[in-house]
């Protein structure tokens, strides 16, 4: 990248509703553009900066964007204009850049703003020759500028924009969201209310619908899916029957575009007067409003703000003058370019076709997420089945399944025990929890759950089923027995590495015990992110978000200090995922992991930098480690090196982070992953099952494509063989030997590498 955007310039600009991680966006296209060479301007007001001009269009540099990365919202301000939509305002904008040696500009906004960029660039040509024939810009300037790059970021807290996962800023969204319904669960027990909270999504109603899948909510009002028939009755009497079942609370979520099938409005005051005038249940509402792009961004909206960002100076330093513009689009964990005019087109056609009423077209055009999701909503929410759903099959036997957890607990994890649970119930299967993982079938702690045995647990994290680290190595015996007792047909197994190792020695064992023939399936939950067959396990998200919220606290105590530097220890072990990735989501100046070996010259050289950062004036430094970076060089030999070469140009404070990544209340992303990941076990495992089905009533198969982990890879979930997995672990180091965030340690050294303040 370095050196080829020599001699160009580079705009930035935020348009339309803000959404927290922008910042960390701006950051990130900053600092990747003045490494590659280019000068970066930031572009204030959005489009209507652009259009005014003068002091609006700002050269920027490293320190413009130090201790932005915790902020929400943007620094450069947003704001929605009328006037770009006219040629003669576009005219103007197009002056104001070939003014300041302008050629190249990021779009950080919605599908308008991205619109607008679009049409902007399609016009460029004929711009410049209107100022030329103005008098407004010499011809020679025609030549120099003739062209101009387009990338576009999408920025939006709805999620509304088509052909990516995730928007920047619907993450940290969701956070506000399910704190705040986490906050009234309390308050609405304690008085047995119904609570009705709307939310964001004039249009679009992700935020609603995901905040409903993590926190269990009774009822969801979204507008690609209206309520089907007498909804009013329907509502009353699932509420009712959930109060009668015991429930002291229920929560209704409504998107503040929610409409019936005839597109009149739904509103929470309307949804409140049925439930008072036919159940007459205390009831209130709340507006959770602008709280919603409020607050500090979360940890993965700063991650893929950096990314992102990283891609679009990227994506212009192989410009190309016949491309056409492109948007940074994510899928499943790529970072994917995609043409810009091709998902405005796909996401302005969902109104048309909202307006139409066609409500199944609308789920599809909102991508391969939103109806799946929907699907497991309806299925998981819903009133407990009268008769069992069973599979629509030849064969429909009542199978029984397990659930258990083995290694350290994960915040998502009952998340992940619920959703198998009632999707398994769902089906018209058994489950049985296993206590206390493999020890649990060792002394056979075995017992049966109930569809409303799990209610409340999503929101809650640990295990309620509980966990030890206890391998089946040397109890083979005992464990056969117990699956043989509970006539057990597939296993889903919940944790770290310790549960891939689990699962690959039962599978091992097949010779010799035909009770471990039967489908099982790893889900990898671990707040180390170690678990080969997975970019991501359940659990690192909500340490990840622990991690940045104390670097965020280090960082306040630090403007009250005179030059310190500090420097923390995150848990992982030997794996440096959480180091890391704690280190771009909190700005820090290095993290040392045990994946890139180090001796202490790189702490030498480090302290240097700290003492240069100080004498111009940064009062703080940030240094993370992992728990297992170096066995030598632990991080109590980096804070006594840190202060015996650093005094007296700066002091040192070291913080060991502990079990406090463990976290309390799990992340939206680890509920809706653990959620997700469970339904899709659920689905593989009855499938297998079925297809073991000996005429015997035995569940057999030494197939080994019937022990697998399921995990994300890229850009899709796959199940993969635990045996085919044993040539991608390390296992002296409980490590995959193939980690994709390695890559990622290159723009963890860009953004840091400078001498102001990160």
Known sequence: MKGSLKGQAIAVLTSGGDSQG??????????????????????????????????????????????????????????????????SGR??????????????????????????????KKEWSSLLE???????????????????????????????????????GTDSALHRIIESIDAIVETASSHQRTFILEVMGRHCGYLALVAGLATEADFIFIPECPPEGDWQLKMCEKLSSHRKAGQRLNIVIVSEGSIDRNGNAITAEMIKNIIVENLNQDTRITVLGHVQRGGRPSAFDRVIGCRMGAEAVMTLTEADPEKIPCVICLEGN??????????????????????????????RLRGDRFGPILGTYKMLYGTMPIKPSFEKVQNTSRYTLAVMCVGSPACGMNAAIYSFTRSCI??????????????????????ELKWSSVVGWVREGG??????????????????????????????????????????????????????????????????????????????????????????????????????????????????????????????????????????????????????????????????????????YNSRFMKELFIHEGD??????????????????????????????????????????????????????????????????????????VEELKTEADFENRLPRKQWWLKLRHLLGILASHDEES
Not at 58 to 86: D, M, P, Q, Y
Not at 92 to 119: C, E, M, R, Y
């Open 22 to 87: 922008m910042n960390a966006t701006l950051r990130a296209i900053v600092r990747c553009g003045l490494y590659a060479g280019a000068k970066v301007f930031f572009i204030r007001e959005g489009y209507q900066g652009m259009i005014d001009g003068g002091a609006n269009i700002e050269e920027a540099n490293s320190l413009s964007v130090s201790k932005i990365i915790h902020k929400g919202g943007t620094i450069i301000g947003s704001a929605r204009c009328n006037e770009f939509r006219e040629r």
């Open 91 to 120: 005219l103007k904008a197009a002056k104001n850049l070939v003014g300041n040696g302008i050629t190249n500009l990021i779009v950080i906004g919605g599908d308008g703003s991205l619109t607008g960029a679009n049409l902007f």
């Open 130 to 168: 209107e100022l030329i024939r103005k008098g407004e810009i010499f011809s020679i300037e025609n030549t120099k500028y003739s062209c101009l790059s387009v990338v576009g970021i999408v920025g939006s807290i709805d999620n509304d924009f088509c052909q990516t996962d995730m928007t920047i």
């Open 334 to 363: 790529q970072l994917v370019r995609r043409p810009l005019i091709d998902c405005v087109k796909d996401t302005q056609a969902i109104q048309k076709v909202l307006n139409e009423r066609n409500w199944e077209k609308v789920v």
């Open 426 to 447: 769902y089906r018209g299967h058994t489950v049985l929890r296993v206590t206390d993982g493999m020890e649990g079938l060792i002394n056979d702690l075995v017992e």
């Open 463 to 632: 295990t309620f089923i509980r966990t030890k680290r206890t391998l089946p190595d040397g109890n083979y015996k005992k464990i056969a027995k117990t699956i043989r007792k509970h006539k057990i047909n597939g296993l889903l197994v919940i944790g770290g590495f310790d549960a891939y190792i689990s699962v690959l020695q039962l599978a091992e064992q097949r010779k010799n015990h035909l009770e471990f023939r039967i489908p099982m399936v790893v889900i990898p939950s671990t707040v180390s992110n170690n678990v080969p067959g997975s970019d991501f396990s359940v659990g690192a998200d909500t340490a990840l978000n622990e991690i940045t919220r104390i670097c965020d606290g280090i960082r306040q105590s630090a403007h009250g200090t005179n030059r310190r530097v500090f420097v923390v220890e995150t848990m992982g072990g030997p794996c440096g995922y959480l180091a890391t990735l704690a280190g771009l989501a909190g700005g820090a100046d290095q993290a040392y992991i045990f994946e890139e070996p180090f001796s202490a010259q790189e702490y030498l050289r480090d302290i240097e930098r700290m003492k240069n950062k100080m004498r111009h004036g940064v009062q703080r430094g940030l240094v993370l480690t992992s728990g297992k970076a170096n066995v030598n």
């Open 648 to 721: 007296p140009e700066f002091d040192v404070r070291m913080n060991v982070l502990g079990h406090y990544q463990q976290g309390g209340s799990p992340s939206p992303f680890d509920r809706y992953l653990g959620t997700k990941m469970s339904v899709k076990a659920a689905d593989w495992l009855i499938k297998k099952v079925i297809e073991c089905d000996q005429p015997d009533a035995n569940v057999t198969s030494k197939s080994p494509y019937t022990a697998v982990v399921l995990g994300i890879l890229e850009r899709q979930y796959s199940f993969t063989p």
